[in-house]
Nanobody
Framework: QVQLVESGGGSVQAGGSLTLSCVGS????????MAWFRQAPGKEREGVAT???????YYADSVEGRFNITRDNAKNTLYLQMDTLKPEDSAMYYC????????????????????WGRGTQVTVSS
């Protein structure tokens, strides 16, 4: 069945960089848009970045210019390169797959995403 496994989380100081990876299995990877969400303690889960089936990207305002989402369909892998990290970026980061194949627009609407990984923790210290 569909499985998403994140890796690459860790602890860094403010201003540092980190790259997250998500390996998908159980589906034809390139057929679906993918996204990264994050959730901090006591906060709602929020969209971070997404890349559509057609390669269109969209970023939350809070990470625009600092994060970069890419996908390697040959490796069934989604990446999130995070630069100039801030303490407010600290959260559990989740990889997610859209529930339907055919949307071309990039969107961080959480209801569009049906499958989720277990998460990888990112901690940014001051």
């Amino acid at each position: 069945q569909v499985q998403l496994v994140e890796s690459g989380g860790g602890s860094v100081q403010a201003g540092g960089s980190l790259t997250l990876s998500c390996v998908g299995s159980g589906y034809i990877y390139e057929d679906y848009g993918m996204a990264w969400f994050r959730q901090a303690p006591g906060k709602e889960r929020e969209g971070v970045a997404t890349i559509s089936r057609g390669g269109v990207t969209y970023y939350a305002d809070s990470v625009e210019g600092r994060f970069n989402i890419t996908r390697d369909n040959a490796k069934n892998t989604l990446y999130l390169q995070m630069d100039t990290l801030k303490p407010e970026d600290s959260a559990m980061y989740y990889c997610a797959r859209r529930g339907e194949k055919y949307g071309l627009a990039a969107s961080l609407a959480i209801g569009l995403y049906k499958y989720w990984g277990r998460g990888t923790q990112v901690t940014v210290s001051s």
